[in-house]
């Protein structure tokens, strides 16, 4: 199948070719040659793969452990136990993680006095909006602001692809600079949530942020506090960075990671190409399941021997969506004990602290979404059932979405 370095990786939808490596299997949508097409790509995904280990020996650990988290609190866990999932999201944990919280100048830290208060979330699609939904919950019971504007704001510029099929890392920097820049001028809000590990990589390095007066808080500070934290309590533990391609070449996470001290090999990378795509078509679907497998199969195959305590860290705000089938994949592995965190919650504690009290009566809260490219009827319904426990307003926000073709 040649090195890994030439092995391609291209997963298409509609029914054409799925080509892992240089062979192709068409993915056939009927009885026993879907069968047959899904047994032969979660073979050839786990028998190679692209991805990068480094040559260090790996740490010495034991087959199992109990670790895991129940709302943001960690705990005794099985792989039947995953941070956050469809049921537990809705109430807000009661154990969080303490995360160091940003520094606000004073003029910035105004938005905790304000009566009114508009944010803007963005993500290069859907994903975002899980955060959107228990932003919501958590301002509703929290009673913080009276009055609150969300505003979803989606970056995503062609159906075609996104910022993984730009050419260049400058057209992917001078992309999103439009969208902050119209942002801006359109919805001038008073915080900017990036709720999108891949943009959130990028936004350092955008124009935007070199001259922007309005608070930003990105997802990628609380996925690395995160990771840092169980890798501390569980010094013999491996954690595998699962994320777009961009997200992974980037290497924001694995960098900062290392900046604390963290060994090189106990950091494992794995690009998970197109899954938030199919993850948006279907979060449960059959499709999704085995790329999500195959994903998690390749990154095993860079595991040492014997095999250590695993962590399994979802770098795409839209990987929760999927996750009970990222649960079922844990327990059909070979690992006997898995720890699946989700960060996506995390962005949120930093901007409403803990130490935030009631102010009001109660909140007046708003939701809107707004896209460039049309989102099918389909997703819409898809996202909204399961958004629609934790936010109904979320929900009904995405199924009544603004259209603009000309929004950034």
């Known amino acids: 199948m040649g090195s890994k370095t030439q092995r391609a990786k291209l997963i298409r939808d509609n029914g054409q070719p799925i080509r892992i490596g240089r062979e192709s ?37 034991s087959k199992s452990f109990r670790l895991g ?11 039947k136990t995953v941070y956050r999932n469809k049921d537990s999201f809705p109430t807000p944990a009661k154990n969080r993680l303490s995360l160091p919280l940003p520094e606000f100048t004073s003029e910035k830290d105004s938005i905790y006095k304000r009566e009114e208060i508009t944010v803007a979330l963005i993500d ?22 009276r009055r609150v504007n969300l505003v979803f704001f989606n970056a995503l510029f062609s159906k075609e692809g996104g910022y993984n099929a730009l050419p260049t890392r400058q057209a992917r920097l001078e992309m999103f600079d439009r ?16 709720a999108c590990n891949t943009l ?16 930003v808080l990105d997802i990628i500070r609380p996925g690395v506090e995160l990771l840092a934290a169980q890798l501390r309590k569980q010094p013999e533990a491996l954690a595998i960075i699962f994320a777009t391609p961009i997200t992974i070449s980037e290497d924001t996470h694995r960098q900062q990671l290392l900046k604390q001290g ?6 494992v990378v794995q690009a998970c190409p197109e899954l938030e795509v199919y993850i948006e078509k279907d979060p449960q679907g059959e499709e999704t399941g085995l790329l999500i497998s195959g994903f998690i199969e390749e990154a095993l195959q860079k595991i040492p021997s014997p095999p250590p305590p695993l962590i399994f860290s979802l770098n795409c705000t839209h990987y929760g969506y999927s996750l009970p089938l ?10 006997p004990s898995l720890a699946i965190v989700n960060p996506n919650s995390g962005l949120i504690d930093l901007w409403l602290k803990p130490s935030l009290k009631p102010r009001f009566k109660q909140t007046e809260i708003k939701a809107r979404c707004f896209s ?26 995405l199924r009544h979405y603004t259209l603009d073709p000309k929004l950034f």
């Not at 699609?125 to 913080?144: C, Q, W, Y």
């Open 69 to 79: 988290l129940v709302g943001s609190g960690w705990t005794s866990f099985s792989p």
């Open 372 to 397: 460039r490219v049309e989102i099918e009827a389909e997703k819409r319904q898809k996202i909204s059932f399961y958004l629609n426990p934790i936010s109904p307003l979320t929900a009904e926000a």
């Open 124 to 145: 290069s699609g859907l994903g975002g909006l899980s955060i959107m939904a228990e932003a919501a919950n958590r301002l509703e019971k929290g009673r913080f602001y």
């Open 262 to 267: 963290f060994a090189p090999n106990r950091l």
């Open 25 to 61: 299997t068409a993915v056939s949508r009927k009885g026993k040659r879907k069968a047959l097409s899904v047994f032969i790509l979660a073979l050839v995904m786990f028998l190679g793969g692209e991805g990068t280990i480094l040559k260090e020996s790996g740490p010495t650990g």
């Open 326 to 335: 990222w649960e079922k994949a844990a327990q059909e592995s070979p690992w």
């Open 179 to 194: 969208v902050l820049a119209s942002l801006r001028k359109r919805i001038n809000p008073h915080l900017i949530l990036i």
């Open 200 to 215: 959130s990589t990028l936004y350092p390095a955008t124009r935007f942020s070199q001259k922007t007066d309005i608070p």
